[in-house]
């Protein structure tokens, strides 16, 4: 192995070490940089790429990042002078090849794969976002609603069925990795 190839998905920056909460699962082919705080109960997929080098990443209980996945920050600077953080909430499930970039990320939301949130954007709690959609920085979606388009659109209101799929699926991404974490120990 060379000296630059990281022997675990898991490297400090600058002093800054990711934290896992309890039963966390990162798969080895994932990359978790510096200053990230990943909750209990979560699970990061294979080739994830979360890049807290310049700002903090936080990320929710029982939240799933599926693979492709690309989690970083906005740095602080002449031209945001506090930069923006990536937060995302608990049970959240962030589809495949989704880009989440310095915004914030409510509680009980389903990401769309290859959805793209950029800087500023605050998705609030309970929102589904249609796979392919961009949200603009910036922009706020309110809770309860379906997003989709480029850039994004309010569709329409969820329905009860829609609502209880968020704990469904953070709690399906949960024995999944006890699964996986089961398979490793």
Same mark, same amino acid.
């Given at each position: 192995?060379?000296?630059?190839?990281?022997?675990?998905?898991?490297?400090?920056?600058?002093?800054?070490?990711?934290?896992?909460?309890?039963?966390?699962?990162?798969?080895?082919?994932?990359?978790?940089?510096?200053?990230?705080?990943?909750?209990?109960?979560?699970?990061?997929?294979?080739?994830?790429?979360?890049?807290?080098?310049?700002?903090?990443?936080?990320?929710?209980?029982?939240?799933?990042?599926?693979?492709?996945?690309?989690?970083?920050?906005?740095?602080?600077?002449?031209?945001?002078?506090?930069?923006?953080?990536?937060?995302?909430?608990?049970?959240?499930?962030?589809?495949?090849?989704?880009? %989440?970039? #310095?915004?914030?990320?409510?509680?009980r =939301?389903? *990401? !769309?794969? +290859?959805s793209? /949130? %950029?800087? #500023?954007?605050?998705i609030?709690?309970? =929102?589904? *976002? !249609?796979? +392919?959609?961009? /949200?603009?920085? #910036?922009?706020?979606?309110?809770?309860?609603?379906?997003?989709?388009?480029?850039?994004?659109?309010?569709?329409?209101?969820?329905?009860?069925?829609?609502?209880?799929?968020?704990?469904?699926?953070?709690?399906?991404?949960?024995?999944?990795?006890?699964?996986?974490?089961?398979?490793?120990?």
């Open positions: 192995m060379s000296p630059h190839t990281p022997a675990t998905p898991v490297t400090p920056f600058q002093r800054m070490t990711p934290q896992l909460g309890e039963r966390v699962y990162i798969d080895p082919s994932a990359r978790i940089i510096g200053d990230v705080h990943i909750g209990s109960d979560s699970s990061i997929w294979p080739f994830v790429a979360a890049r807290g080098d310049m700002h903090r990443i936080q990320i929710g209980a029982r939240t799933s990042i599926q693979d492709n996945t690309v989690l970083h920050i906005t740095h602080k600077g002449p031209f945001n002078a506090e930069g923006w953080p990536l937060t995302i909430g608990d049970d959240v499930t962030v589809g495949h090849s989704a880009t %989440l970039h #310095g915004c914030t990320i409510g509680n =939301v389903l *990401i !769309g794969i +290859g793209i /949130v %950029l800087d #500023g954007a605050i609030e709690d309970e =929102v589904v *976002i !249609g796979a +392919g959609t961009l /949200v603009p920085p #910036g922009k706020r979606l309110e809770s309860g609603y379906l997003y989709v388009g480029s850039p994004c659109k309010k569709a329409r209101p969820l329905t009860d069925k829609e609502r209880s799929f968020f704990t469904y699926s953070a709690n399906n991404y949960v024995k999944l990795k006890d699964q996986y974490l089961a398979g490793i120990e």
